[in-house]
């Protein structure tokens, strides 16, 4: 299951994530996935196509304070590869949704 948090597709949501050397990255969010009842955000780095980081997708684990909707949510790193790859197949499934989605609007 994955939540639809670009609703309007013109603004794109994005967040700041500091990697290890202390750089700050923007990156769009690319949809947020729910795996044995948890979220998870994945994103993508908004750089040039010279840029390393160029084409790459970021898992984190996302909480959310359901009592305050406007406190920034909590992104986890995931440091156990079970979940990383349950995740990883979860984000698959959606890219075959979105494609097939793609396809039915054609």
């Known amino acids: 299951m994955s939540k639809n948090y670009n609703e309007f597709p013109e603004e ?3 967040v700041d994530i500091q990697i ?3 750089t700050t990255i923007e990156c769009a969010v690319v949809t947020v996935l729910e795996v044995d009842g ?3 955000i994945v994103l993508e780095p908004i750089v040039d196509e010279d840029d390393d980081l ?3 997708i970021w898992f984190y684990g996302l909480n959310e304070n ?3 909707p406007n406190e920034e949510p909590e992104l986890i790193v995931i440091d156990d590869d079970e979940v990383y790859e349950a995740v990883a197949d979860a ?3 959606y890219l075959d949704t979105q494609e097939f989605d793609e396809i039915i609007e054609e």
Do not use: A, R
Request: no cysteine; glycine share 6%.
């Open 12 to 14: 794109e949501m994005t």
């Open 20 to 22: 290890d050397d202390n």
């Open 38 to 40: 948890q979220d998870y």
């Open 54 to 56: 160029y084409g790459q």
């Open 66 to 68: 359901p009592d305050d």
């Open 91 to 93: 984000f698959d499934e």
